[in-house]
């Protein structure tokens, strides 16, 4: 059926083409389905391959567009609503990638793959008992070999609520059944709190060598190994792991440094001008946390969260969603919208995002929004949430672009050079310098090790300017139970640590890193 009105050759290009997807091996299909969509650019699966391809080379845009029409083309196959799913989670727009994989598993229950990609749509939106339902009745679909994928984010989930036996027992029987199942190997790596064994460090390696592995899976492992080569100490062998792993990536996958800087440059240019704003004001429930990744804003959150006022909202994409759906409705993108806006249009979205997030105000008076990438839009959250506080959390620049260069998570094409790494350290550090001289009493800068430091002083500063009473539960917040989803998750479970600092170790290893950033080499800092 999906093949009908294709020429046996043309089945036979597009049939490798696919092959070659799943394997990650964006070289191989590439070539293929160029010369498939210019011989057939309506045919639906020519287009659904070809979104495959964009949203491995991280075009996640171009993929939902080209999913969009072959659903128009073909709008009852459930296949077809599943890959618009996953191009939406991609682009960030949770709320439509839900409504899509929920209509792929009206049309075909026993798709597994819709409900392991809808379990992942929704704890991306903070909505996790519906996840687990979800990725449970992937599970249960899905043959053992086929259920790799939704058993993973299954135990990211558990690890996300400290049931970290359940969630190592969940990695360890999908690496039982397969081997060289990468994400698995980096979800048992990525609990930051315990090493591998020798035996699993052999293990790996030799799972590394297997047959079959896809490039992710290959990307994975190969983070996996660059932390256990690190817990033991061999600084240069992980460096060197670390360097094939983004090489890898970067055979698929580009970031265009100097077109996300003239996007931060808009910004910044379109909001260091007069401008309406909501003309009631709303927002005083919300603690915003901003910040580059890797850069301390979950033990920022996790203290105000351990707040007996305070509901640790998480990374909530609902912010975003506002944003987007009003660029939808007039057509326009952000931040060129903005000219047209009106205080009324404002209080309309500002209201908009409060009702989205009322669930997390049922039995607390304030809440905390800690989706990083926040900081691009604090011009637009003062706008429609004048009351609201927000937070920036700066950490020392050669150690936040290390530990992202270090970490594989979504949404994060910046991180695989060194160049790229400090150009967006860049724009982050002129961004938030704009916002603090433009806001000042409503925006507050955290700075990481500060607060390593001297923790009670810095955490009664934050409460202080967020309008709270200090509370020692703050100082004590390894103990308040709440879902963590983000790297740090082990972390904040711990009391305050001290010696996260990593880029010492590696020494002038990092030079090159120091250079992108403008900082003295190694040598000269010694």
């Not at 020519?46 to 991280?58: E, F, P, T």
């Not at 409900?115 to 519906?130: D, K, P």
């Not at 202080?464 to 100082?475: D, I, M, Q, S, W």
Request: charged share 25%; aromatic share 8%; with cysteine.
């Amino acid at each position: 059926m999906y093949l009908q009105g294709l020429s046996s050759g043309a089945s036979r290009r597009l049939v490798a083409a696919a092959q070659a997807l799943v394997l990650g091996r964006t070289w191989e299909a590439e070539p293929r389905l160029r010369n498939l969509l210019e011989l057939y650019p309506d045919h639906p699966e020519v287009l659904r391959m070809y979104a495959g391809l964009l949203s491995l080379y991280g075009d996640a845009n171009g993929a939902r567009v080209a999913m969009e029409r072959a659903i128009s083309l073909r709008p009852d196959d459930a296949a077809y609503w599943s890959s618009l799913g996953s191009a939406l989670i991609e682009s960030a727009l949770y709320d439509d990638a839900i409504a899509a994989l929920k209509r792929a598993c009206e049309l075909d229950p026993n798709y597994y793959t819709a409900w392991s990609n809808l379990g992942l749509a929704l704890i991306r939106s903070m909505r996790a008992n519906e996840a687990e339902k979800a990725l449970r009745e992937a599970i249960r679909l899905a043959p053992p070999e086929e259920a790799v994928n939704a058993r993973v984010i299954l135990g990211d989930m558990l690890r996300a609520e400290d049931r970290m036996d359940d969630a190592i027992a969940e990695y360890r029987d999908v690496l039982a059944k397969k081997p060289n199942a990468g994400s698995a190997w980096w979800g048992l790596a990525d609990i930051k709190t315990r090493r591998f064994s020798d035996e699993d460090f052999e293990q790996l390696q030799r799972a590394m060598q297997l047959p079959g592995a896809g490039e992710r899976d290959l990307t994975s492992m190969g983070y996996a190994l660059a932390k256990a080569l690190d817990d033991r100490a061999r600084y240069a062998e992980s460096l060197a792991a670390l360097a094939q792993v983004h090489s890898r990536i970067r055979m698929r996958m580009t970031w265009d440094a100097s077109a996300h800087h003239a996007y931060i440059e808009d910004i910044l240019a379109t909001f260091s001008r007069p401008h309406a704003v909501a003309d009631e004001p709303l927002g005083g429930e919300v603690v915003f946390v901003t910040s580059l990744p890797r850069s301390g804003s979950t033990l920022v959150e996790q203290m105000l969260a351990s707040h007996s006022q305070v509901n640790g909202g998480g990374e909530l994409s609902d912010l975003t969603s506002v944003l987007q759906g009003e660029s939808r409705r007039s057509g326009r993108s952000f931040p060129e919208i903005v000219a047209s806006l009106r205080p009324a249009d404002w209080t309309r979205m500002g209201r908009e995002y409060l009702d989205r997030t009322a669930h997390l105000r049922r039995n607390h008076a304030r809440f905390t929004d800690k989706m990083p990438s926040n900081w691009k839009y604090i011009g637009a959250i003062r706008a429609m949430l004048p009351a609201a506080r927000i937070i920036i959390v700066r950490r020392d620049p050669l150690e936040t672009c290390f530990s992202c260069y270090r970490q594989s998570f979504a949404n994060s094409e910046y991180t695989h050079t060194f160049s790229d790494l400090a150009a967006a350290w860049r724009d982050f550090d002129r961004s938030a310098k704009h916002w603090l001289t433009l806001y000042p009493g409503h925006v507050y800068e955290s700075i990481y090790e500060e607060l390593v430091a001297d923790p009670e002083t810095k955490i009664r500063a934050v409460l202080e300017f967020c309008g709270l009473p200090f509370e020692p539960a703050c100082l004590e917040f390894h103990k308040t139970e709440r879902k963590v989803h983000t790297p740090s998750a082990t972390q904040v479970r711990e009391p305050m640590r001290r010696d996260t600092a990593r880029s010492h170790r590696y020494g002038a290893l990092l030079d090159p890193l120091r250079a992108e950033l403008g900082m003295p080499l190694f040598s000269g800092a010694s």
